[in-house]
């Protein structure tokens, strides 16, 4: 069984930064594409951002130039670092793995969720 906890999350202020990780435990693939989602209350879910098993990345239009996902095969941990932050990023956060489609930012029905961590910025 696969574990994902993400941590990193809190409050902010409009402008500020904060990183979020994602450690994976137990039967996890390092070769499984990764990617973290979004769901503000009352809001459908969000692909974010999302990396390829090759390393291939892909930002939310609304992201971009803001938020930088990586990935540490070696400690199978995912990362979202998030600067310039907006108010209307606030929501939670989730970690997935083995998202079915990065392009697309499809998770798929196959995915894997962390519990979320919540983001709140404040104007």
């Known amino acids: 069984q696969v574990q994902l906890v993400e941590s990193g999350g809190g409050s902010v202020q409009a402008g500020g930064s904060l990183r979020l990780s994602c450690a994976a435990s137990g039967y996890f693939d390092s070769q499984y594409s990764m990617g973290w989602f979004r769901q503000a209350p009352g809001q459908e879910r969000e692909g974010v951002a999302a990396i390829d098993s090759d390393g291939s990345t892909r930002y939310a239009d609304s992201v971009k130039g803001r938020f930088t996902i990586s990935k540490d095969n070696a400690k199978n941990t995912l990362n979202l670092q998030m600067n310039s932050l907006k108010p209307e990023d606030t929501a939670m956060y989730y970690c997935?793995?083995?998202?079915?489609?990065?392009?697309?930012?499809?998770?798929?029905?196959?995915?894997?969720w962390g519990r979320g961590t919540q983001v709140t910025v404040s104007s």
């Open positions: 997935a793995a083995n998202v079915a489609s990065c392009d697309h930012m499809d998770p798929g029905i196959g995915v894997l």
